[in-house]
């Protein structure tokens, strides 16, 4: 009797364990079955997203063609400006009889003001002609697109580009650039593109710093940032060549490219190449 115990816990044992093997082969089978499926997913995935890289590169490619010609012609454009601006070193760079000349004109001004103050206190009071006159009526305003000057002298750092990325220095980084960033020195005088009325002046702007945007007709506007010493107002006729403000340092940005102008073009709230319109020297 004891031995047909002893068979039959033996014959039990056996069958647990003979139950657990087989739990534990189906566990693995259904996790080998697992891990495949997710293989093959992640294979299909993987298949996908280069086939969408493919796609986006393969229009690209096609887009810069398309564009080639246009990028080719702005940048000989660009380069012959910069080639002529580095043929004269010194051109944007004020020398000290310069300056010394504007400071004694500043002074010789001040004293005639002074002068005319006191004369006029001496004179009886008499009427004011202006008061009486009519405020001039300002020009009729309309963008001359064929005789556009540049607003100042020097290289172009990063030219106009909304379908490729440029490089920024100091941001370490590529994006679109929507603008003309001209290199200059500090102080130097940032001059009006056309005749326009100001249309707005933002003091504060934290790309760009002290920023004006100059109404030129017919849809278009130049702005002018990275500026100091702006002597205009809102409302203000400028003629061409006339001083919009002076070059500022630059924000930070800008840090690494030195002071330099932002300058940017906008036909009906729509930004465009300036170097479609800037004179050649």
């Known amino acids: 009797m004891k031995s047909d115990k002893k068979s039959v816990t033996f014959f039990k044992q056996k069958s647990y364990l003979l139950a657990a093997g087989l739990m534990l082969a189906a566990v693995l089978g259904m996790t080998g079955v697992y891990v495949a499926q997710q293989q093959g997913e992640k294979q299909e995935e993987a298949k996908l997203e280069s086939q969408a890289k493919e796609q986006l590169q393969q229009q690209h490619d096609q887009l810069v063609e398309k564009e080639a010609p246009k990028t080719a012609a702005v940048d000989r454009v660009i380069r012959s400006h910069n080639d002529d601006f580095l043929d004269e070193p010194d051109a944007i760079s004020p020398s000290k009889d310069t300056l010394t000349d504007k400071e004694d004109e500043t002074k010789d001004t001040e004293e005639q003001e002074a002068e005319s103050e006191e004369e006029k206190e ?160």
């Open 122 to 281: 001496e004179q009886p009071p008499q009427e004011s002609v202006a008061e009486t006159s009519a405020t001039p009526k300002q020009p009729e305003l309309h963008f001359d697109a064929a005789n556009m000057g540049w607003p100042l002298e020097g290289k172009v750092l990063m030219s106009f580009n909304k379908e490729q990325t440029v490089y920024f220095e100091t941001l370490n980084q590529f994006k679109i650039n929507d603008a003309l960033i001209i290199q200059g020195e500090l102080n130097a005088k940032v001059s009006s593109v056309a005749n326009g009325v100001v249309s707005n002046i933002e003091y504060d702007n934290e790309e760009t710093g002290c920023t004006v945007t100059i109404d030129l007709g017919d849809g278009y506007s130049a702005v002018y940032g990275q500026l100091q010493s702006v002597p205009l107002s809102a409302g203000d006729y400028v003629e061409a060549g006339a001083a919009v403000g002076y070059l500022s340092n630059p924000t930070k940005y800008y840090g690494n490219e030195g002071p330099n102008l932002f300058f940017q073009m906008i036909k009906d709230n729509e930004t465009i190449d300036p170097m479609e319109f800037l004179q050649q020297e």
